[in-house]
């Protein structure tokens, strides 16, 4: 956990959080793998990206920068996506065009939706750099944040926010505090020195990471909603989205637990410095892989977790060896790279 580790744990954050994003697009028969990565990873996604937001720049430099590194990216991997699946399925200009419109309104019906994120990312960055301005004490808009992200919660509210579809404006309740958490906690993170710790605060760190970590493994085996089965119910929304909360963050403190023990490990850290190539490629890769098995008459069936943990870290291979070296030497601004 030495210093010169730091990028390497937060690429290693990445990197789970992107095999996340992977395995919680298949559905197993008991669901408890998808119910699990739907918990914390595009939250993770927003906390990590709030670890290097910069105060300083003025607004036209964050907003070139943001475009440079998520909008570029959102338009090339949508595009290629529709030309992919639409244009060979004989769909006509008007179907190609809604595509492309679909890319900046909520991406409903594009074929690859999961690069909504990077839509949601752009307005929640920019939400938060704007309030910033306004309100310089980061305790009191993180505790406003807080009350957004439950105010988001409420039916009334949800179903106002469903009207603001253009760049995933209804999403900046669900993501704006963990945007805010991430900048908020980072310099804590970066300046804490494993190495200088006593022997005691050492067995500290050990002991309430394992007890996350442990923590986290009981959401996934049991989930969520385990107190169910037991004939129990939530008092109220408001206390089940806290409890839903609390869950996300618990997982989050595991994988950056487990991120800094394994922050050597240097395939998954780079895999999560590509995590740009992944999201965008994801669908692609899905479906030519299914495609090929149907070439040759090969069924899989994904039935349980360890299955789809599998499948998905052969398809994150797959993408490593053809694309990873291609788009950082050849094209890198299409990443969001100079």
């Known amino acids: 956990?030495?210093?010169?580790?730091?990028?390497?744990?937060?690429?290693s954050a990445r990197g789970i959080a992107i095999i996340a994003v992977f395995c919680g697009h298949f559905i197993t028969p008991d669901r408890r793998l998808e119910i699990f990565c739907y918990s914390f990873h595009l939250q993770l996604f927003f906390l990590i990206s709030g670890?290097?937001?910069?105060?300083?720049l003025t607004f036209k430099a964050f907003l070139l920068g943001q475009t440079k590194r998520l909008l570029i990216p959102l338009i090339f991997f949508g595009i290629l996506n529709i030309l992919l699946f639409d244009f060979f399925q004989n769909k006509t200009s008007s179907d190609l065009w809604?595509?492309?419109?679909?890319i900046f309104t909520g991406f409903k019906n594009?074929?690859?939706?999961?690069?909504?994120?990077?839509?949601?990312?752009?307005t929640v960055s920019l939400t938060y750099y704007s309030l910033n301005k306004v309100v310089k004490n980061k305790h009191i808009l993180l505790v406003a944040y807080l009350?957004?992200?439950?105010g988001g919660k409420l039916p009334t509210i949800k179903e106002f926010l469903s009207h603001f579809t253009f760049m995933n404006i209804h999403d900046i309740p669900n993501y704006l505090l963990f945007y805010a958490l991430g900048d908020y906690i980072f310099s804590h993170l970066r300046n804490f020195q494993y190495d200088l710790q006593s022997s005691l605060n050492k067995r500290i760190t050990h002991a309430c990471g394992l007890i996350l970590f442990f923590c986290a493994y009981a959401i996934f085996t049991f989930t969520p909603d385990w107190y169910i089965t037991y004939?129990?119910?939530?008092p109220s929304p408001v206390v089940y989205d806290i409890y839903r909360l609390l869950l996300t963050l618990i997982i989050i403190g595991?994988?950056?637990?487990?991120?800094h023990l394994i922050s050597e490990f240097k395939i998954l850290s780079e895999i999560g410095k590509n995590t740009m190539i992944l999201m965008g490629l994801e669908i692609i890769i899905k479906n030519i892989s299914l495609n090929f098995m149907d070439m040759f008459s090969i069924n899989i069936h994904l039935n349980n977790a360890l299955q789809v943990v599998i499948y998905c870290l052969l398809l994150i291979f797959i993408v490593k060896l053809t694309s990873f070296k291609f788009f950082n030497k050849s094209v890198p601004f299409l990443i969001g790279r100079s």
């Open 254 to 259: 595991a994988v950056i637990y487990v991120s």
């Open 1 to 11: 956990m030495a210093n010169v580790k730091r990028l390497d744990w937060v690429d």
């Open 147 to 150: 009350i957004v992200y439950l």
């Open 51 to 56: 670890f290097f937001f910069k105060h300083n």
């Open 98 to 102: 809604g595509q492309f419109i679909s």
């Open 110 to 122: 594009h074929p690859a939706g999961e690069l909504w994120f990077l839509a949601s990312l752009f």
């Open 231 to 234: 004939g129990f119910n939530m």
